[in-house]
T-cell receptor, first 109, second 114 residues
């Protein structure tokens, strides 16, 4: 059964304190692994898609990496505006998107 | 100009009532979706439509009925609302509906059934 597990559930960082969020997955025939950011009261906002192991993508302070079993979202020198819930999702051969429960990130000034 | 817009933002109603949520996208996408997000933030697909044709219909009670008058609109009608229907409902769209495509979400409708 396709499954996505994100850890930790919640993370509190000081401004400038780099860290990583984890997304472990099992899927039959990976078609894509997605990272989204969700702010309170808003819909998820797309960040990255990764398609194959070894792939990396960057956007400002965020860098996403992918292996055959997991993905990491690295946050370098975070700022308070990076505070949000980060959601991971995978699409496999059954073409359905399976979502994790997210990591709630708080960055203190 | 909002890409995916849904109304209303908040919906508070009594058990047993019927309500509708409207969604429109101006991105020219072929595929639209309804998702339900529960209190634990878990996102679950309910329906997807591609160019007005129903593609995905998850195990959702038949009290929920989507309607797509054209490919830019996907509305959700809910009959005989129950307490367990309380959640945030998100509309989303993607270009063609392929599994590797990114989704564009609306800002959500928070439904509270009293």
């Amino acid at each position: 059964e396709d499954q996505v597990t994100q850890s930790p559930e919640a993370l509190r960082l000081q401004e400038g304190e780099s860290s990583s969020l984890n997304c472990s997955y099992t899927v039959s025939g990976l078609r894509g692994l997605f990272w989204y950011r969700q702010d309170p009261g808003k819909g998820p906002e797309f960040l990255f898609t990764l398609y194959s192991a070894g792939e990396e993508k960057e956007k400002e302070r965020l860098k996403a990496t992918l292996t055959k079993k997991e993905s990491f979202l690295h946050i370098t020198a975070p700022k308070p505006e990076d505070s949000a819930t980060y959601l991971c999702a995978v699409a496999g051969d059954n073409r359905k998107l399976i979502w994790g429960l997210g990591t709630s990130l708080a960055v203190n000034p | 100009d909002t890409a995916v817009s849904q109304t209303p933002k908040y919906l508070v109603t009594q058990m047993g009532n019927d309500k509708s949520i409207k969604c429109e996208q101006n991105l020219g996408h072929d595929t639209m979706y309804w998702y339900k997000q529960d209190s634990k933030k878990f996102l679950k697909i309910m329906f997807s439509y591609n160019n007005k044709e129903l593609i995905i219909n998850e195990t959702v009670p038949n009290r929920f009925s989507p309607k797509s008058p054209d490919k830019a609109h996907l509305n959700l009608h809910i009959n005989s609302l129950e307490l367990g229907d309380s959640a945030v409902y998100f509309c989303a769209s993607s270009h063609f509906g392929g599994p590797g495509e990114k989704l564009f979400f609306g800002s959500g409708t928070q439904l509270s059934v009293l």
